[in-house]
């Protein structure tokens, strides 16, 4: 098929807005899948996605489409569904030459659907405005129309208005796609030029590849280059998704398929790669980036007998996802255990999720922290992604002249009622409001610089329960900015407890540290000394609870006869000291800690 007869397009939209149930009404109506197919695909995917981890997709997939007498091969190129993931919408949308922009009728823009716009915007992507829902009879289909002229000027003439429930007019669709689209402009006789956008990991054939084919061809057995990590691979497997992977045996300019290439783990796909033929290097595509998680915690098993057990899990997970990144971390506190980065914190509890469901495993997961950037006198820096390796107070006063944290572009979107509370929110979280729109006489759509660090904790939450669910949120990377960031400790009877200690802004000491001090001394449970429970900043005390001493005498309750129940209770006691860890004279359970942390 040649290029002029491709089309690669995506379906952007905010989470539920019917992204899936367009994507398989389309498959349906071009006989890709046929219609008692559809539901059992629905499940089949599902399965997949489990398996590549979270990427929460519908489906990459390839349709044939007869128009105006002539067949069209039409690539559907998905896009994940999540503000974590917002690089790899970018590099999808990289592959693709124009948009499909949904959005339901009765809910209107909201932030995602603000946020993907203008990802594809700033790729100067034609994109095609579809109401969709509007069979409800929440519909509001014109001052939805309105919403889309209005905030992203986008010609509205002849918008589609389909119901993908219903399979109302989505014989409407295709044919925009042909016109309205172009066509990708490779050219077949140049050296091969292949653009990963996407991977996962598959149980039986390993790491399965999708790619655009630039320029050029790539065919079975071909030797190619990554033009990121230089590593030379073989192809021994190449076709397209129609809707599973159907070999052809190649790839030309214009077409987007799967490659199975000889990687062994998904790691060395990085989304955004681009690939030349061995021995013929070509210019890579602009744009790329290797994976960079924003969020590391520290994991440690509960038990420290499971730790074997939890790294072979650790490796299972990671081989699924490319994005995670690794190390291994020994805390005083907790013993042996991982410090582990991911994308954004929703990566972060759907990792910790599988790994207790899926592997059975009970974990302590330590506050997250975002990597800060700690500048030095020489002009030389370095990030600090684990509180113990922040400066100390000497460092600090020599050597350092500035502490900067990553921060973010923040959308907002919300019922005009809601605008005070959400303000005070964004306010308290160190936000600066950089506009504000009305979208309609109803909401507005409002954008704040906030630090990233105060989005990883509890705002998403905040902003829901605030507004009662009606606001919606996504953001984009800003870089770093220059901040008055310190350490906290955590002391129990003056000692550092290593796994407790946080990096935050000034500003927030006084709370956290009153705040931090009252939980941990809520989880102690009473010692035979009293315990002093502070927060500090390098010398500086913050917060003191103290624990009254108690002496834990079991065998009283016994009344000295029965000599079996003493000892079992003794024996229980011991069984119990086990699992204590010592804190200079204080014993800690590490239940404790998994209490502390998890109320946090
Ligand atoms: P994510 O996968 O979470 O990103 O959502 P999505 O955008 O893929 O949405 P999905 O297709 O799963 O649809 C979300 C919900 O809206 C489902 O319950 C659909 O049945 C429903 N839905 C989709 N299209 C229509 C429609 O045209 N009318 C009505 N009434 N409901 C629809």
Request: net charge negative; proline share 5%; aromatic share 12%.
């Given at each position: 098929i040649p290029a002029q007869d491709i089309r690669n397009f995506s379906i952007i939209a905010h989470v539920d807005h019917g992204k899936s149930t367009l994507a398989d009404k389309l498959l349906e109506l071009t006989g890709t899948i046929s219609l008692h197919q559809s539901h059992q695909q629905v499940l089949d995917k599902l399965n997949v996605e489990r398996e590549r981890g979270i990427t929460i997709k519908a489906q990459t997939c390839s349709m044939f489409y007869k128009y105006k007498g002539k067949e069209y091969l039409l690539n559907l190129i998905d896009t994940p569904g999540h503000v974590d993931f917002n690089y790899e919408v970018s590099r999808s949308l990289a592959a693709c030459q124009g948009s499909i922009l949904l959005v339901d009728a009765s809910q209107g823009i909201q932030a995602q659907t603000a946020a993907n716009f203008w990802l594809a915007f700033n790729q100067d992507l034609p994109i095609l405005p579809v109401i969709n829902k509007i069979d409800l009879e929440s519909a509001n289909t014109k001052s939805v129309i309105s919403q889309i002229e209005n905030s992203f000027g986008l010609d509205t003439t002849d918008i589609c208005l389909i119901s993908a429930k219903l399979g109302i007019n989505i014989d409407k669709i295709l044919p925009k796609v042909i016109e309205k689209i172009p066509h990708p402009n490779g050219d077949i006789n140049k050296p091969l030029k292949?653009?990963?956008?996407?991977?996962?990991?598959?149980?039986?054939?390993?790491?399965?590849?999708?790619?655009a084919i630039v320029d050029g061809k790539l065919q079975k057995g071909?030797?190619?280059?990554?033009?990121?990590?230089?590593?030379?691979?073989?192809?021994?497997?190449?076709?397209?998704?129609?809707?599973?992977?159907?070999?052809?045996g190649y790839l030309h300019a214009g077409q987007v398929g799967y490659a199975i290439l000889s990687m062994k783990v998904a790691a060395e796909a990085h989304i955004g790669d681009t690939f030349y033929h061995y021995k013929c290097p070509v210019e890579p595509l602009p744009g790329f980036e290797p994976a960079k998680p924003m969020v590391f915690a520290g994991i440690f098993p509960v038990d420290a007998n499971e730790f074997n057990k939890l790294d072979e899990s650790i490796k299972k997970l990671t081989l699924n996802d490319a994005s995670v990144s690794v190390q291994k971390e020994t805390s005083m506190a907790l013993g042996q255990g991982w410090r582990i980065g991911f994308l954004g914190t929703l990566h972060m509890d759907v990792f910790q999720q599988r790994l207790e469901e899926e592997y059975d495993a009970s974990v302590i997961v330590t506050q997250p922290t975002v990597p800060y950037k700690i500048v030095y006198r020489d002009g030389k820096s370095k990030f600090v992604r684990n509180p113990s390796e922040f400066p100390d107070p000497d460092e600090m006063s020599y050597n350092v002249v500035e502490l900067q944290e990553p921060m973010v572009m923040a959308t907002?979107?919300?019922?005009?009622?809601?605008?005070?509370?959400?303000?005070?929110?964004?306010?308290?979280?160190?936000?600066?409001?950089?506009?504000?729109?009305?979208?309609?006489?109803?909401?507005?759509?409002?954008?704040?610089?906030?630090?990233l660090s105060e989005i990883v904790t509890d705002f998403h939450d905040e902003l829901k329960s605030r507004s009662s669910g009606y606001a919606s949120f996504d953001y984009e990377d800003m870089g770093y900015k220059a901040s008055d960031v310190v350490k906290m400790n955590l002391l129990i009877n003056k000692k550092p407890v290593d796994a407790l200690a946080a990096i935050l802004h000034r500003s927030q000491v006084q709370i956290v540290g009153r705040d931090w001090a009252k939980r941990l001394s809520e989880v102690i449970p009473k010692q035979l000394y009293e315990v002093a429970i502070q927060t500090a900043i390098g010398g500086k005390v913050i917060a003191r609870e103290t624990i009254s001493a108690l002496r834990k005498n079991v065998t009283a309750k016994c009344y000295g006869g029965d000599v079996t129940r003493k000892m079992k209770l003794l024996e229980k006691q011991k069984e119990g000291k086990k699992k204590m860890k010592m804190i200079g004279n204080v014993e800690l359970p590490q239940k404790a800690f998994y209490d502390f942390l998890s109320k946090g």
């Open positions: 292949a653009f990963l956008f996407d991977s996962w990991y598959d149980t039986y054939v390993g790491v399965v590849c999708l790619m071909d030797k190619i280059v990554s033009a990121y990590s230089e590593l030379k691979y073989e192809v021994s497997d190449i076709g397209i998704m129609y809707p599973e992977q159907v070999p052809t907002i979107i919300l019922p005009n009622d809601y605008m005070g509370v959400i303000m005070d929110l964004c306010g308290g979280k160190r936000g600066e409001q950089v506009d504000y729109n009305s979208l309609d006489e109803h909401r507005v759509m409002m954008r704040y610089t906030l630090p």
